[in-house]
């Protein structure tokens, strides 16, 4: 069975430009995360979604980052225009609901290496 | 969710045994304890997860006390292989699945 696939899986892009990082998650999970990397720290929730849904948003900065999961399937992350801060890795994760039981498990992309020069 | 507080780093040779303690003092109830590996240049992937006593699998062991305090990642006879950032989180079981990472600890296993 396939993982979590992202892509691409390096991009590097001159401040002030527009950049998009594409996941598709495991078939049939409904809960979709998007995460950021910095370089020795942990990864930090941008957004979750419940199928279609953003459901936790809060720690994505929304002036200039947006995401979209059509058919709660696949899923974009959007940061327009890039500031050099906004240099990380962003993981894409998913997990499926089991609707009276513990969800022990998301399953992590590779991850996208953004470098904004 | 309660706080962890796990070991910035750690080092250990090739077959040696490493324990790596996590605390996480207000773990609440219902709350389970997930341990997480990443190497290099990959996303995060489950190692374990437990909620009292002993767990084990095919790739390491977790140890958890009475009061849940704290937990222990018990890696049995390591390799270089091993050498990775090791995250201990803890997660609200039943609702809804919200991994939170700290900076984990960062194991190098030498020759």
């Known amino acids: 069975e396939a993982g979590v696939v992202q892509s691409p899986r390096y991009k590097i892009i001159e401040k002030k430009q527009p950049v998009a990082f594409w996941c598709n998650p495991i078939?049939?999970?409904?809960?979709l995360y998007w995460y950021r990397q910095n370089l020795g720290q942990g990864p930090e929730l941008l957004i979750r979604y419940e199928n279609e849904e953003a459901v936790d948003d809060s720690q994505l900065p929304k002036d200039r980052f947006s995401a979209e999961r059509l058919k709660g399937v696949d899923s974009t992350l959007k940061i327009q225009p890039a500031e050099l801060g906004d240099s990380a890795v962003y993981l894409c994760?998913?997990?499926?609901?089991?609707?009276?039981?513990?969800?022990?498990?998301?399953?992590f992309g590779q991850g996208t290496r953004l470098t904004v020069v | 969710l309660a706080k962890t507080t796990q070991p910035i780093s750690m080092d250990s040779y090739e077959g040696q045994e490493v324990n790596i303690t996590c605390s996480h003092n207000n773990i609440a109830t219902n709350d389970y304890i997930t341990w997480y590996q990443q190497f290099p240049s990959q996303g995060p992937r489950f190692i374990i997860q437990g909620y009292k006593t002993k767990v084990t699998n095919e790739v390491a062991s977790l140890f958890i006390p009475a009061d849940r305090k704290s937990s222990t990642l018990s890696l049995p006879r390591v390799s270089l292989s091993d050498t990775a950032v090791y995250y201990c989180?803890?997660?609200?079981?039943?609702?809804?699945?919200?991994?939170?990472f700290g900076r984990g600890t960062s194991l190098i296993v030498h020759p």
């Open positions: 989180l803890v997660a609200r079981g039943g609702g809804s699945y919200i991994p939170t």
């Open positions: 078939s049939g999970h409904n809960t």
């Open positions: 994760a998913s997990s499926l609901e089991g609707y009276g039981t513990v969800r022990t498990e998301a399953f």
